[in-house]
């Protein structure tokens, strides 16, 4: 019975799970929705992170100015050009572990500071993301604004996916990505409507002119620099610290940055950076950025993608239906087993096996007709645990069949092969975002591959598998060593 399978595809970022509800459909069985675009590419191009090297040295001066940096001279790091845009050169041989900068709070940019500006009370209401977006513009806009220094070093753009142009976006065609993507974009554009007609048309004095690419200019800054973990109402802009650039080659899992207090007899609290391992002096010093994050997040967070093959992974989002007749006890069960509501996200990270929670979830899923048994209320506490091992050849070949079917669907929405790809890449000479675009498609497919191949050769166990009535007879002592079923012949 298939009527209480359903499979789709969607993004696995955090970010959209707490603030943006998904815009692909979850409603028919065996449900697989990939937004796809019609748009075919002609060109992809890169923005150019032009920061002159005048603002870069004013914003320094401003920084030790204004007492950040204590002594300019001996400073163990300053802000130079690099390739990521700008970064944080080491000014001497710097150990590994060693705290290279402490930016006390008076210098961050977070809700708290948007309070206590001259727009706090008309921003009140807003989430502290929107808030912080709203100042950044006004000071912006505002020649003499006490940030000026900082504001005029920060991107016109970045290359996270929201910024990429129809053409650029079709490079990514049929990935978990786009769909990301224009969630994002859609998200981002609803926001600024609203907080256009509630704030920024009725207070013209205080915002003269904002327009929907000035907020995604903001959003944009927001998402590629402010630290992960300090998001919400922790939101934090730090001046400085912000240019600290990722490299794949930091593998260290300690985070590199800490919230201190400033010293008993201070109320400051200081961000405290750290270098993950020593640096010489002209290098420029990296860090890890969020070692959660899959490489779709780093793209439309950062605009890159990470050469590690862990931080790609496809995200299943299965589901039990609305109408399936036992939806309450299912629910149920999953609930007990971490899984909480009517869909489940596992993600699948290239050269990994599946989530272990995958396959029981999908027995759960598809359990019905003679297997539903299983789902009466004697069962709940070992159900999971039969959920583990196979039910029945019927229950393990739909859930074959529907993921293999998932696969093939989702793998005939993309425009190019995967040795199209590699072709591509090994000719290089890419430009970022097609670096970004090629590193996206190339691994979503793959893991969709290897979950074909994985499902594939379970389908060709089929038979031999053993399942929960042979196992609950054995269990019983009910069958002999051959496997045969012993009978008592009635005396
Ligand atoms: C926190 S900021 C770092 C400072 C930034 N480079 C700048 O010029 O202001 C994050 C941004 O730096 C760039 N970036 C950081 N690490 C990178 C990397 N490994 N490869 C490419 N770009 C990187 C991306 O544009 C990203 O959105």
């Known amino acids: 019975m298939a009527s209480s399978l359903f499979f789709s595809v969607s993004s696995s970022s955090p970010f959209l799970s707490s603030t943006i509800k998904p815009h692909f459909s979850q409603t028919t069985k065996h449900n697989l929705y990939l937004k796809t675009s019609p748009f075919t590419v002609k060109s992809i191009s890169s923005p150019a992170t032009n920061t002159p090297l005048p603002s870069v040295d004013n914003f320094w001066d401003w920084i030790c100015n204004q007492g950040v940096i204590s002594n300019k001279s001996s400073a163990g790091i300053k802000p130079g050009i690099v390739p ?288 539903a048994f299983l789902l009466e209320s004697v069962f709940r506490n070992a159900v999971w645990g039969h959920l583990e091992l196979p039910i029945s050849p019927t229950n393990e070949e739909l859930i074959c069949r529907v993921l293999r079917e998932t696969c093939k669907t989702a793998l005939s929405k993309y425009a190019t092969t995967i040795e199209e790809d590699e072709k591509l890449l090994e000719g290089g000479n890419l430009s970022p975002r097609l670096a970004v675009a090629l590193g996206i498609r190339l691994a979503e497919k793959k893991i969709l591959q290897q979950i074909d191949e994985v499902i594939r050769n379970r389908e060709l166990e089929l038979d031999e598998l053993e399942y929960y009535q042979e196992r609950r007879l054995k269990d019983l002592g009910l069958v002999g060593d051959q496997e045969d079923i012993i009978f008592w012949e009635p005396k």
């Open 84 to 371: 990521e845009g700008l970064g944080l050169i080491a000014q001497r041989d710097i150990s590994r572990n060693e705290v290279i900068l402490e930016i006390p709070n008076k210098f961050w940019i977070n809700p708290d500071l948007v309070a206590s500006s001259e727009i706090g009370k008309f921003v009140g209401g807003l989430k502290p993301w929107v808030s912080v977006a709203l100042f950044l513009l006004r000071e912006k806009a505002n020649k003499d604004s006490k940030w000026a220094s900082y504001l005029q070093i920060l991107p016109e753009k970045t290359d996270s996916t929201i910024f990429w142009s129809e053409e650029e976006l079709s490079e990514i065609q049929g990935t978990q990505l786009l769909s990301t993507t224009l969630g994002v974009k859609e998200y981002v554009h609803r926001e600024f409507l609203n907080v256009e007609r509630e704030v920024i048309l009725p207070n013209k004095h205080l915002f003269p002119s904002i327009t929907s690419d000035d907020f995604f200019w903001a959003f944009g800054i927001l998402r590629s620099r402010a630290f992960s973990r300090l998001r919400g109402q922790d939101l934090v802009l730090v001046p400085l610290a912000d240019l600290i650039n990722h490299s794949s080659s930091i593998t260290t899992e300690n985070v590199a940055w800490e919230i201190k207090g400033g010293g008993i007899f201070s109320r400051d609290v200081l961000f405290s950076l750290r270098t993950p391992v020593s640096v010489k002096s002209g290098e420029q010093i990296y860090i890890q950025y969020d070692a959660g994050k899959s490489n779709a997040e780093l793209a439309l967070d950062y605009g890159f993608v990470d050469s590690r093959p862990d931080r790609n992974a496809y995200t299943l989002t299965l589901g039990i239906s609305d109408s399936d007749p036992f939806l309450g006890d299912k629910l149920d069960i999953a609930e007990s087993n971490g899984l909480v509501g009517e869909t489940a996200y596992f993600d699948i990270v290239l050269g990994q096996p599946l989530p272990p929670a995958m396959l029981p979830y999908l027995r759960l899923v598809a359990l019905g007709g003679q297997d």
